[in-house]
């Protein structure tokens, strides 16, 4: 079996690699300069941020064997059991980053970076990818991990029934400030807060959760204030989320700073199934629009696609 799959975030890698084990052959392409998609992790000078995913938990039996095995190779470590105190339940983090997960993912895969999939066109008896400078990359079938607004515009003019209410599903929008501080942000010993104040989803110290070596703040507004204020130039941006983080840098200066914009940062409607097939079984759509909207979500709708399409 030849399949495409679109998208090398955390669920495409993920049924990437089971496909390939169970003896398909598999291209990924990714329109980003290299994989994760939100699993990103960006360095300024010696500080690194994890800039999307900032952490990740486990509810079940599949990723919980998936991070097993991410802790006995040193690639996650338990951050904290809690950012308001100890409720039990691990925090999993990447010392490496959250991106070094996807670059472990990736290992040994044939994924393709940068390049940019332009519609997915079912063939005779199979699907192929068209990209953008109109290379088709013929296969059997096609997984698109893409958010759903994106893979809805990769399939709008194929010929196949599209069930629309699958694509009905709006992102949450999340804007990030990634701060170099001249000493440690005030964030007491865990290093980071959730839901702080209503204009602030998450902030968080990256040197005190291990991945950076000099302090570096992660804050990403929430979801209200980025809608609000998304098509603030960037500069009047800058100034607004230093006034949102003002309180944990405390009595750290802010040493360089760059703002990130997540579009499609949190599916606002789940799907129900982990993952979706059109009726002959050629286009799978997965993603964690699916199976919830976490690093563990995108994970199990990747296995999820992967078995779908080898029955
Ligand atoms: C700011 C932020 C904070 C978060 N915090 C957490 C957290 O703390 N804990 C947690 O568990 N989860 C968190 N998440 C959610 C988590 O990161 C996601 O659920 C998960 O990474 C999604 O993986 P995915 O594979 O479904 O999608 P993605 O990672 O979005 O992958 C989709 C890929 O498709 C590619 N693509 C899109 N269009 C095309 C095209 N036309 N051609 C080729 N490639 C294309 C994109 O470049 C991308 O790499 C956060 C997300 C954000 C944005």
Partial sequence: MRITIIGAGVSGLVAGRRLVDAGATVIIVDKGRSVGGRLATRRIGGATFDHGAQFFTVRTPAFQAQVDDWVERGLVEVWTHGFAGDDGHPRYAAPGGMNSLAKDLATGLDVRCPVMAFAVRPSEGGCDVVLDD?????????????????AFSLMAD??????????????????????????????????????????????????????SEVPALTLHAA???????????????????????????????????????????????????????TLDGRIVLAGDAFAGPKVEGAHNSGLAAAHALLG
Avoid at 134 to 150: F, N, R, S
Avoid at 159 to 183: G, M, N
Avoid at 241 to 267: D, M, N
């Fill in 134 to 150: 109109a290379t088709v990359i013929a296969g059997d079938a096609v997984v698109v991990t893409t958010p759903l607004p994106q």
């Fill in 158 to 211: 194929a010929p196949i029934e599209i069930d629309r209410d699958v694509f009905h599903a709006d992102y949450d929008r999340t804007i990030a400030l990634l701060a170099v501080l001249d000493r440690p942000a005030d964030l007491g010993s865990v290093g980071a807060r959730q839901a702080p104040s209503d204009d602030v989803a998450f902030v968080a110290d990256n040197q005190r959760k291990g991945v």
């Fill in 223 to 277: 979801p209200e204030w980025s809608l609000a204020h998304w098509d603030d130039d960037i500069e009047a941006l800058a100034i607004g989320l230093e006034a949102l983080a003002a309180p944990f840098v405390g009595e750290a200066e802010i040493v360089e700073r760059q703002v990130k914009k997540w579009r499609f940062a949190t599916p606002q409607r789940v799907w129900p199934e982990p993952c979706w097939t």
